[in-house]
């Protein structure tokens, strides 16, 4: 690969770690040993995998997105295809770089992990699908009725009026969308907190087949409250049905009865 790097006059400038590819550009080969990662500062790169010899579209990634970060995570080799959709401009991180991003701040590490954890589901699913292992979204018509079936009653309603519903099984994420990762938690309370007092994951609610708990994350600022009392992170505090839950500054009520 060939790209264009922004020149400065300062070697520790930021601009030396810039790289632009015009659309069309392979970035990196699947297979091709790598020592470095990439985050999208324009522009729009697809990635690439070979599945049973054919070139599977896995992911599109935007601004904000990264890719390549296997191979100094574990000196691997690449394990799909990079291509710039668009023009696209890029952030170039060293294994050097890298390391000191993240003994200098540790929500790098956790945000990656996330994303990490998320883009493997997803690849997963890929695979599966075009293997013939599971059935696509589309096609499955007991699992849209079963995503119907589990919004019918488990809610939490805002003063103005706004629902949002809770998975029946395992747990449901509150907080607000990371703009750097995509990540949207499945209770998205970013149009209702315009001082941004929720964190980007603030708490998870957990059926555990019995009732409804809320967790307070690690790392949540601003507090999570139910029925006016702080609970403490890590703890989980049941839910009754009509019990006031607060995020940071986002008040709304628990609902366990059909709408």
């Known amino acids: 690969m060939k790209i264009v790097v922004k020149s400065g006059g300062d070697s520790n400038a930021f601009e030396d770690f810039i790289a632009r590819c015009p659309a069309g550009q392979i970035i990196f080969e699947e297979g091709e040993i790598g020592t470095e990662m990439f985050v999208i500062q324009s522009g729009v790169v697809e990635i690439w995998k070979r599945v049973k010899g054919h070139e599977k579209l896995v992911s599109t990634l935007e601004k904000g997105d990264f890719f390549g970060e296997m191979s100094i995570l574990e000196d691997v080799p690449r394990s799909a295809r990079a291509k710039a959709k668009t023009d696209v401009e890029l952030v170039r991180i060293n294994r050097s770089t890298f390391d000191e991003m993240l003994r200098n701040n540790l929500e790098i590490a956790v945000r990656m992990l996330r994303k990490l954890s998320r883009r493997l589901r997803e690849t997963t699913a890929l695979v599966e699908q075009s293997t013939g292992q599971a059935p696509a979204l589309d096609e499955s018509a007991d699992f849209l009725t079963k995503v119907a079936e589990r919004h019918e009653i488990y809610r ?64 949540t600022m601003n507090g999570t409250f139910v029925d006016g009392e702080r609970i403490q992170t890590g703890r989980p505090v049941a839910l009754t049905d009509g019990c006031k839950l607060r995020f940071g500054l986002v008040d709304l009520h628990f609902r366990a009865q059909p709408g």
């Open 156 to 219: 939490l309603i805002a003063e103005a009026g706004d629902e949002f519903y809770l998975n029946r099984e395992g747990e449901t994420t509150v907080g607000r969308i990371d703009p750097v990762t995509g990540i949207r938690p499945d209770v998205d309370l970013t149009t209702l907190d315009t001082q941004r007092s929720v964190s980007r994951r603030h708490a998870k609610i957990v059926h555990d087949g019995h009732e409804f708990r809320v967790v307070e994350e690690i790392g």
